[in-house]
């Protein structure tokens, strides 16, 4: 397990929030104090043209690159949100099409599909959790289940209708779990992730040069440009892995509706 993905399941987003932005604010007010300290010229603002130009044009540039980064993740968390709640819906369709079939077929096929969500939610997600994403036992389960429907002959047109739309469904619940696991698997780029965090350490340290009087001013405008950086870049941090973390997608739509059976007793 990575450092990113141990911090994520390990402290609260709370808890992050306080050290990644806290920490951000208090190491560029100290610095910004050092620096003034060794170079008290700094004060007069005797560059304070050249460098508001070059911080305006980096800090807009950058702040287009972070928007763009968490839209993009934040697009990324409900994209698997709805896989989820696809997959488990057509789970739950399966289980509600198996009442039309005779006994014995429906109780195969309830064995099946109550073996894949307590598989998926009990196996499946802590390995997502932990960036290990499987197949699993789920493939054994989902197997069973194209068996039993593969084995039944529908009678009448009422079971074929149901059967069609069984079969439908199951094939759609293995065609999200793939959509799953592709989407647990995935990260940030590692060039953007130095993008995004190498550019605070270059938009941060430039709001050191901007010379002010008052230190008091001065330190209010650094701590808040490294305030605004630091919370933007938790926000790619927690929102970078999407079954990890406090804002993970929750595996609860496999214990509701239809599917809250297999969870009884």
């Given at each position: 397990m990575s450092l990113s993905l141990w911090?994520?399941?390990?402290?609260?987003?709370?808890?992050?929030?306080?050290?990644?932005?806290g920490g951000t604010v208090l190491l560029a007010v100290a610095g910004s104090v050092l620096l003034r300290r060794r170079y008290p010229s700094l004060a007069r603002g005797e560059h304070n043209d050249m460098v508001g130009v070059t911080l305006g044009m980096f800090g807009a540039i950058y702040g287009i690159i972070l928007a763009f980064v968490i839209v993009t993740l934040w697009t990324q968390l409900e994209a698997s949100q709805t896989i989820v709640a696809s997959e488990a819906s057509d789970?739950?369709?399966?289980?509600?099409?198996?009442?039309?079939?005779?006994?014995?077929?429906?109780?195969?096929?309830?064995?099946?599909?109550?073996?894949?969500?307590?598989?998926?939610?009990?196996?499946?997600?802590?390995?997502?959790?932990?960036?290990?994403?499987?197949?699993?036992?789920?493939?054994?389960?989902?197997?069973?289940?194209?068996?039993?429907?593969?084995?039944?002959?529908?009678?009448?047109?009422?079971?074929?209708?149901?059967?069609?739309?069984?079969?439908?469904?199951?094939?759609?619940?293995?065609?999200?779990?793939?959509?799953?696991?592709?989407?647990?698997?995935?990260?940030?780029?590692?060039?953007?992730?130095?993008?995004?965090?190498g550019g605070a350490l270059v938009l941060i340290p430039l709001t050191f040069l901007y010379g002010l009087r008052k230190l008091r001013v001065q330190m209010l405008f650094v701590g808040s440009v490294a305030g605004l950086v630091g919370f933007s870049l938790l926000l790619v941090f927690v929102l970078d892995?999407?079954?990890?973390?406090?804002?993970?997608?929750?595996?609860?739509?496999?214990?509701?509706?239809?599917?809250?059976?297999?969870?009884?007793?």
């Open positions: 911090l994520l399941n390990h402290f609260s987003t709370f808890t992050l929030a306080v050290v990644a932005v789970a739950a369709l399966i289980t509600r099409d198996a009442t039309a079939f005779p006994a014995s077929v429906r109780t195969d096929l309830d064995a099946a599909m109550s073996g894949y969500v307590h598989t998926v939610v009990e196996e499946q997600w802590p390995l997502m959790r932990a960036g290990n994403p499987s197949y699993g036992a789920t493939e054994t389960h989902l197997q069973t289940a194209f068996q039993v429907l593969q084995a039944y002959d529908p009678k009448g047109q009422a079971e074929q209708v149901f059967y069609q739309q069984a079969v439908d469904h199951l094939d759609d619940v293995a065609s999200q779990r793939r959509a799953r696991i592709t989407m647990a698997r995935q990260e940030l780029p590692p060039l953007l992730q130095a993008l995004a965090f892995r999407p079954f990890s973390g406090d804002l993970s997608v929750s595996p609860a739509p496999y214990r509701e509706g239809a599917l809250a059976q297999y969870w009884t007793g």
